[in-house]
């Protein structure tokens, strides 16, 4: 986050009812900390929650019921997409936040799509992500990156939310997170515990997913989860 125009308030955060609740998701600690630290001077926002990836977002959300989830778009095990649409099924009163890298189109036109509350690149500076979370508006408009602050919903394309999701194919959530822990590289047992299933069941998914997805093998169903954004180029997990 650009921080050279942050005005630091010492007031304390105290969970009262003016007081923002949040859920942070984030694959790196030190960005958990940093934004923890960083938005609870503001003195009306507490962090109650903290998330290593997309699923553990959609539980501390379901547990906590936090008033906004923050969270980067690129994640293991879920991505935030798709976290998203899960805890907006479930808790559509919730104000989600994206974070990106990437100032990327077919994001931000699934992100609208999919009617999260605000879309930040993190360039952008912490002013500009407090400013998101304390508004209070559900499906107002998509907020943007850059200089326009947000968009109106009847300044959605529809031509080009169809591009995207040609390229975020509209598969199911079960489908997308099998399609995201394969492409990063689980074997089907570790699937099948990630997902709390048997393995045949697994062996089923997978077999359907590509059938679907005309591929044929794991090295394809990775290039194609990198092509669809669903995870970054060079994505390797080491287990230990």
């Not at 960083?38 to 539980?59: F, N, Q, T, W």
């Not at 690129?74 to 998203?84: Q, S, T, V």
């Not at 931000?108 to 999919?114: G, K, S, V, Y």
């Not at 997805?213 to 080491?238: C, F, M, P, W």
């Given at each position: 986050?650009?921080?050279?125009?942050?005005?630091?308030?010492?007031?304390?955060?105290?969970?009262?009812?003016?007081?923002?609740?949040?859920?942070?998701?984030?694959?790196?600690?030190?960005?958990?900390?940093?934004?923890?630290?960083?938005?609870?001077?503001?003195?009306?926002?507490?962090?109650?929650?903290?998330?290593?990836?997309?699923?553990?977002?959609?539980?501390?959300?379901?547990?906590?019921?936090?008033?906004?989830?923050?969270?980067?778009?690129?994640m293991p095990k879920m991505n935030g997409l798709e976290a998203a649409r899960q805890i907006l099924k479930e808790l559509?009163?919730?104000?989600?936040?994206?974070?990106?890298?990437?100032?990327?189109?077919?994001?931000?036109?699934?992100?609208?799509?999919?009617?999260?509350?605000?879309?930040?690149?993190?360039?952008?500076?912490?002013?500009?992500?407090?400013?998101?979370?304390?508004?209070?508006?559900?499906?107002?408009?998509?907020?943007?990156?850059?200089?326009?602050?947000?968009?109106?919903?009847?300044?959605?394309?529809?031509?080009?939310?169809?591009?995207?999701?040609?390229?975020?194919?509209?598969?199911?959530?079960?489908?997308?997170?099998?399609?995201?822990?394969?492409?990063?590289?689980?074997?089907?047992?570790?699937?099948?515990?990630?997902?709390?299933?048997?393995?045949?069941?697994?062996?089923?998914?997978?077999?359907?997913?590509?059938?679907?997805?005309?591929?044929?093998?794991?090295a394809g169903i990775t290039r194609y989860a990198i092509s669809k954004g669903i995870i970054e180029s060079g994505v390797q997990l080491i287990e230990f």
């Amino acid at each position: 986050m650009n921080l050279s125009k942050v005005n630091v308030k010492k007031t304390p955060a105290v969970l009262t009812p003016e007081v923002i609740s949040v859920v942070l998701a984030d694959d790196h600690m030190v960005v958990r900390q940093g934004l923890k630290a960083l938005l609870e001077i503001e003195g009306d926002i507490k962090v109650i929650g903290e998330a290593e990836d997309g699923r553990r977002a959609v539980e501390l959300t379901r547990e906590f019921k936090p008033m906004v989830v923050v969270m980067d778009i690129m994640m293991p095990k879920m991505n935030g997409l798709e976290a998203a649409r899960q805890i907006l099924k479930e808790l559509p009163a919730t104000r989600i936040i994206l974070l990106s890298a990437h100032n990327d189109d077919a994001y931000i036109e699934e992100a609208a799509r999919i009617k999260v509350a605000g879309y930040l690149i993190k360039q952008s500076s912490l002013e500009a992500l407090s400013k998101l979370i304390r508004h209070k508006q559900q499906r107002e408009g998509l907020f943007m990156p850059a200089n326009t602050w947000h968009v109106k919903e009847e300044n959605f394309d529809p031509e080009i939310a169809k591009k995207a999701r040609k390229k975020i194919t509209a598969l199911s959530s079960r489908e997308m997170e099998l399609l995201q822990l394969i492409a990063e590289g689980r074997s089907n047992k570790q699937v099948a515990s990630d997902l709390d299933i048997s393995i045949k069941t697994v062996e089923k998914h997978r077999q359907n997913l590509m059938l679907k997805l005309n591929l044929h093998d794991t090295a394809g169903i990775t290039r194609y989860a990198i092509s669809k954004g669903i995870i970054e180029s060079g994505v390797q997990l080491i287990e230990f």
